[in-house]
């Protein structure tokens, strides 16, 4: 049942619907808070890690997306220390997978970058991993690039949730964590995939892409999903 | 008023980056009002001597790289990081995700043009490659990085004309950030 409630956030006081979550009235009363896995209209999971927030009276973090109002809570989203792990968060990106924003297809428009430049990123403190990735062309108009994914999952959850089609899913843990077509097969023999682009839509780097583009060329539209995910809301 | 001593050194990279600094333009003035570019590949000079500031653009590939950044890191007051490959390694450790060995092969031997007929140097006067490529602040303390492939011209001339002024730039503040 809805009910009303007062928090604050950063010394903001502030009436919200008990539904909602930290981030989504955060977002209605112009309060920034970073975030990558989110993307309104899909499933928030708290999978990055980005939007933890202070809440007071416990020594944890919690993750904005994942965690509703409550009456009299007091957040803090801009403390030293948030910024801190913002910044750790963001540089662990870049470090885990080969992000060459060079020679990239998403480079100027990318969710990454502008993270890196929204934390003050000027170099990346962590030793890379390296690590060798895989890149499925199989698919006759996408191209799937491991180097370049964050594990945000907003692929997955626009396959499943507005497309219904269900073709992407995670496999693995920790660092080794990939995103899989079906069983873990070629894009181009996927069976589920109805070559909707949704999840390249969705995505906030540059592993998703379309073969008809070149570096730098790369113009996605989230809010899309967003958009799509409201019509539906609608009663006609 | 003393000159400052200024250098700008070329490691792993593809020189796009001091291609970058010459398009400060007249700017360069400015600088030379201030600092004298005693050692760069623009200018002669064979040693690199005692300086102020050296722009060191590329990520370190090799045993030769490496004794040059430690020297230059010796002699340096402020080390800057010149572009991505010397922040993150970028193209240039594009090899990393393979074994040397295989990335010598795929130059010398297999590649289509050497016609199977190709070898693997191995003069002994050539530098020998480090299995990884590395970001400079992996091997030495840099004292500031600009990032870019390449860099801004504005974005060095700010950083440039920030540290002669004895003062210290922020990219972040100054909305200059750029990767890629």
Redesign the interface.
Known sequence: MMALVTIYIDDKKIIANSEKTILEVARENNIEILTMCHLKGLTDVGACRLCMVELEGSPKLFSACTTKVAENMIVTTNSERIKRYQRITTELF?AER?H?????VS??ACEL?NL??KV??????Y??L????DVDTSHPLYVMDQNRCISCSRCIRACAEVEGAYNWDMMGRGYQIRVISDFNTPWGESTTCTSCGKCLQACPTGALWAKSIVQ?QQDKHPEFITDLMERRKMKL | MNKKKLATVWLGGCSGCHMSLLDIDERILDVAKLADIVKSPVVDGKDFPEVDIALVEGSVTSDEHLAELLHIRKNTKTLIAFGDCAAMTNVTGMRNYFDLKDVFETSYVNSISNDQEGEVPDNPYLLRLHDKVLPLQECVPVDFVIPGCPPNADTIFYVLFEFLNDRTPNLSEAKKLKYG
Request: charged share 10%.
């Open positions: 870049f080969n060459i924003c060079a020679v990239c480079n100027g970058q890196g430049y003050g990123m000027e170099a990346i403190r030793p890379h390296f690590p060798q990735c730098g």
